[in-house]
């Protein structure tokens, strides 16, 4: 059930009145809410990635060794995309927009945007 009006200037409210009273504490939650979720789902792209390596070295020693591989790719993107689904869209879209502001020099190209000189643009490769 959304919030009338009234409640979310409340709400609005209280958060500022939170932040101007306690700064450290407002930020302290927005830190760690997806911490353990971003923790797993680092380990699952290493998996993946592992997967992959073992899948692509052991292919010429023995089919069973590479299926092994495949096999761990396989569960580690299992738990990659549950992670996403615990993480929610809220979530990655956060993560996004934190990374996007840790990498500032990264441009992404919208549909209507056309690429400025001297630029490629991502359709280009």
Known sequence: MPLSDNEQKILLEIEKHL???DP???KVGEATIYRQVMGSARWN???FLVGLGLMVGTLQIHFMLAFGGFL???LSALALERNMRLMGRAGVNQVASAFRAA???IRRQR???SPRDGERSVDED
């Open 24 to 26: 450290h504490l407002s």
């Open 45 to 47: 792209v290493l998996g």
């Open 103 to 105: 990498n500032p020099n």
């Open 19 to 21: 932040h101007e009273s």
């Open 111 to 113: 549909d209507g945007d």
């Open 72 to 74: 761990v790719m396989l």
